[in-house]
């Protein structure tokens, strides 16, 4: 197999995540960049969508994930985005990391970021989801 990557970098979006009532109540800015390893030899050569994975499903998935679900970590953001895009898309493994430029830390820094990585034997094998 090819070792091809596919990168969606600094997608941001306001949403609630958070362990501090300020964070639950009004938001904050979130960054997410998805690396997602394929083979893109069958796009690379037919030049057409459908044999490629769309990097605008990509983009949904990670903002319905991020703006619609309520997270206290951003570990449970990132794992969740791994999981679905691994669920859903011919993936066998992706990064995720999500940054909070702005995470209260009592101090000066430039945010908090995790980075995870997934691959997909270890999506078949997590327990089902509720």
Same mark, same amino acid.
């Given at each position: 197999?090819?070792?091809?990557?596919?990168?969606?970098?600094?997608?941001?979006?306001?949403?609630?995540?958070?362990?501090?009532?300020?964070?639950?109540?009004?938001?904050?800015?979130?960054?997410?960049?998805?690396?997602?390893?394929?083979?893109?030899?069958?796009? #690379?050569? @037919?030049?057409?969508?459908?044999?490629?994975?769309?990097?605008?499903?990509?983009?949904?998935?990670?903002?319905?994930?991020?703006?619609? &679900?309520?997270?206290?970590?951003?570990?449970?953001?990132?794992?969740?985005?791994?999981?679905?895009?691994?669920?859903?898309?011919?993936? #066998?493994?992706?990064?995720?990391?999500?940054?909070?430029?702005?995470?209260?830390?009592?101090?000066?820094?430039?945010? @908090?970021?995790?980075?995870?990585?997934?691959?997909? &034997?270890?999506?078949? @094998? @997590?327990?089902? &989801?509720?």
């Amino acid at each position: 197999m090819a070792q091809d990557y596919l990168r969606l970098l600094g997608m941001a979006f306001h949403a609630y995540h958070g362990l501090q009532q300020e964070e639950i109540e009004n938001g904050q800015r979130f960054e997410v960049d998805v690396e997602l390893h394929f083979d893109a030899v069958p796009a #690379g050569r @037919s030049d057409r969508i459908s044999d490629t994975i769309d990097v605008r499903e990509i983009y949904a998935l990670v903002r319905r994930v991020v703006m619609e &679900r309520r997270f206290f970590l951003i570990e449970a953001v990132a794992e969740h985005i791994a999981a679905e895009i691994l669920e859903r898309f011919p993936a #066998g493994g992706v990064l995720v990391r999500v940054r909070k430029p702005f995470a209260p830390l009592g101090g000066l820094a430039n945010g @908090s970021e995790i980075e995870i990585i997934r691959h997909r &034997r270890e999506a078949e @094998s @997590s327990p089902p &989801r509720p």
